[in-house]
């Protein structure tokens, strides 16, 4: 079984990295993350729109680019490498994929265009309490086409101007779009650890909000899109623990102690090795999650699971010991290390921690698997 990317789907990589390169430099992560007015990148996000990696797994009748989850998971490995700050895995991984998986063809055929150009930028709205989110312990609450509640620490909530959120309906657990620019809702933008890609608090009085899929089914629906997405991120991760393991290298490289690269301590070069272990362990169960999300395999949860632990660990890791072999400079703010670290802690807790994706896998394992 050849788990390699066509030369095709190779090309659409570079091509994303150049781009990424020359229009989201970690300058631009530093810009939104000092700015106290700029949410996000707009102009990255305008161009990564242009290019059609919004839509690139929307299918082209939706107005999409209908490329292909095998090119998305590229496209996110970019967006990891890069640090790009845009709310892209929030609108993309989670409110696209919950609308093809639950929408109607006419709820498709509007809201997928506008997510697809970029004019709509969409939110899961999962968490009311610490924890993971339990069926039954929604609060928030849909009924007669009317949203009430309190959603916290939505990530991205901050810039999209559209919600998929979780509630409690007459008929069991639902999903539902809202407009977070309209009557009934307000927001409340939260300090993050990683500020260029900030949440906010979610609160929804009686606001309006259209259903998305059966009565009673957002809970399995729910589980679906989790899934995809957790792939989806973890090449993300793998991404960004790969651009943080080679700038470490760099910097050892370049810096001198007693007559000679610090890289050439065995101390050093096994701390190093450790990374690029765990930074290819990653990338391994990632081309798997890859495969299964493409081919829609019974093994997709198992393998999301699986690509999610390794690429969260990598990803801390190597943000990590980046901090740790950059010596006295590698925890000051002129250094770009902490741009890396805040972005690592970020991801691995904005679809629940390692932890939790460990007690999947062991469901997914005793269960047998299964998508």
Request: proline share 5%; charged share 25%.
């Given at each position: 079984?050849?788990?390699?990317?066509?030369?095709?789907?190779?090309?659409?990589?570079?091509?994303?990295?150049?781009?990424?390169?020359?229009?989201?430099?970690?300058?631009?992560?530093?810009?939104?993350?000092?700015?106290?007015?700029?949410?996000?990148?707009?102009?990255?996000?305008?161009?990564?729109?242009?290019?059609?990696?919004?839509g690139a797994a929307?299918?082209?009748?939706?107005?999409?680019?209908?490329?292909?989850?095998?090119?998305?998971?590229?496209?996110?490995?970019?967006?990891?490498?890069?640090?790009?700050?845009?709310?892209?895995?929030?609108?993309?991984?989670?409110?696209?994929?919950?609308?093809?998986?639950?929408?109607?063809?006419?709820?498709?055929?509007?809201?997928?265009?506008?997510?697809?150009?970029?004019?709509?930028?969409?939110?899961?709205?999962?968490?009311?309490?610490?924890?993971?989110?339990?069926?039954?312990?929604?609060?928030?609450?849909?009924?007669?086409?009317?949203?009430?509640?309190?959603?916290?620490?939505?990530?991205?909530?901050?810039?999209?101007?559209?919600?998929?959120?979780?509630?409690?309906?007459?008929?069991?657990?639902?999903?539902?779009?809202?407009?977070?620019?309209?009557?009934?809702?307000?927001?409340?933008?939260?300090?993050?650890?990683?500020?260029?890609?900030?949440?906010?608090?979610?609160?929804?009085?009686?606001?309006?909000?259209?259903?998305?899929?059966?009565?009673?089914?957002?809970?399995?629906?729910?589980?679906?899109?989790?899934?995809?997405?957790?792939?989806?991120?973890?090449?993300?991760?793998?991404?960004?623990a790969a651009r943080?393991?080679?700038?470490?290298?760099?910097?050892?490289?370049?810096?001198?102690?007693?007559?000679?690269?610090?890289?050439?301590?065995?101390?050093?070069?096994?701390r190093l090795a450790?990374?690029?272990?765990?930074?290819?362990?990653?990338?391994?169960?990632?081309?798997?999650?890859?495969?299964?999300?493409?081919?829609?395999?019974?093994?997709?949860?198992?393998?999301?699971?699986?690509?999610?632990?390794?690429?969260?660990?990598?990803?801390?890791?190597?943000?990590?010991?980046?901090?740790?072999?950059?010596?006295?400079?590698?925890?000051?703010?002129?250094?770009?290390?902490?741009?890396?670290?805040?972005?690592?802690?970020?991801?691995?807790?904005?679809?629940?921690?390692?932890?939790?994706?460990?007690?999947?896998?062991?469901?997914?394992?005793?269960?047998?698997?299964?998508?």
């Open positions: 079984m050849n788990f390699d990317f066509s030369d095709e789907q190779k090309l659409l990589q570079k091509t994303a990295r150049d781009f990424l390169q020359e229009h989201s430099p970690l300058a631009v992560c530093r810009r939104v993350l000092e700015s106290d007015d700029e949410l996000y990148a707009e102009d990255l996000w305008s161009g990564a729109a242009e290019m059609g990696w919004q929307i299918p082209e009748e939706f107005g999409g680019a209908g490329f292909g989850y095998l090119e998305l998971v590229l496209i996110a490995e970019e967006m990891g490498r890069a640090l790009a700050p845009i709310p892209f895995g929030s609108s993309v991984y989670l409110a696209t994929e919950a609308i093809l998986a639950a929408g109607g063809d006419e709820q498709k055929k509007r809201c997928l265009p506008e997510l697809a150009s970029g004019r709509w930028i969409g939110a899961l709205a999962l968490a009311e309490r610490p924890g993971r989110p339990d069926p039954a312990r929604i609060e928030t609450r849909l009924e007669g086409g009317r949203l009430t509640g309190t959603k916290r620490a939505v990530p991205d909530a901050a810039a999209a101007n559209r919600a998929v959120v979780l509630a409690a309906a007459p008929e069991g657990p639902a999903l539902a779009l809202v407009d977070l620019d309209g009557e009934g809702v307000s927001r409340e933008v939260l300090a993050s650890l990683d500020p260029s890609r900030p949440g906010a608090t979610l609160r929804f009085d009686a606001a309006p909000a259209e259903p998305l899929g059966p009565a009673g089914g957002g809970w399995e629906i729910l589980e679906r899109v989790l899934r995809r997405a957790a792939v989806l991120q973890a090449f993300e991760q793998l991404g960004g943080a393991l080679e700038i470490t290298r760099d910097f050892t490289l370049g810096r001198y102690a007693f007559g000679r690269p610090i890289a050439s301590f065995q101390a050093l070069k096994h450790d990374v690029y272990v765990a930074v290819e362990l990653a990338r391994s169960n990632c081309f798997y999650g890859a495969w299964a999300l493409e081919q829609e395999a019974p093994e997709l949860g198992e393998a999301a699971c699986s690509a999610r632990v390794s690429a969260t660990d990598a990803f801390e890791l190597a943000t990590t010991e980046m901090i740790q072999m950059h010596g006295g400079v590698g925890y000051t703010w002129e250094y770009d290390c902490h741009l890396f670290y805040r972005r690592a802690k970020w991801l691995a807790a904005s679809l629940g921690g390692a932890a939790d994706w460990r007690d999947r896998l062991v469901g997914e394992l005793t269960a047998g698997g299964g998508a």
